[in-house]
């Protein structure tokens, strides 16, 4: 399933995680990665995975692709 993210007004901050990544931010049994407060025993090698930080500005859309993790701030 794709995803869509707008922004309207304002700034915000994303961070997109490549499929190739997941084993660094995913784990079965927790869950997803809080990039802000990592769980350093659930998610013990989560600095291994390559963060793309892109700054989404009024009047454009991100189109998220299958399998990318991401984050919004």
């Known amino acids: 399933m794709i995803a869509a993210l707008a922004q309207f007004q304002g700034v915000k901050k994303v ?3 490549s499929p190739d990544d997941f084993k660094y931010y995913h784990n079965e ?3 997803f990665l ?3 407060n990592p769980d350093e025993q659930a998610f013990p090698n989560w600095q ?3 963060a793309r930080e892109i700054y989404l ?3 454009q859309i991100l189109l998220i ?3 990318w993790g991401h984050h919004v701030v």
């Open 57 to 59: 500005e009024p009047g």
């Open 15 to 17: 961070r997109l995680y």
């Open 29 to 31: 049994s927790v869950g």
């Open 34 to 36: 809080d990039p802000l």
């Open 48 to 50: 291994s995975a390559t």
């Open 65 to 67: 692709s299958p399998k």
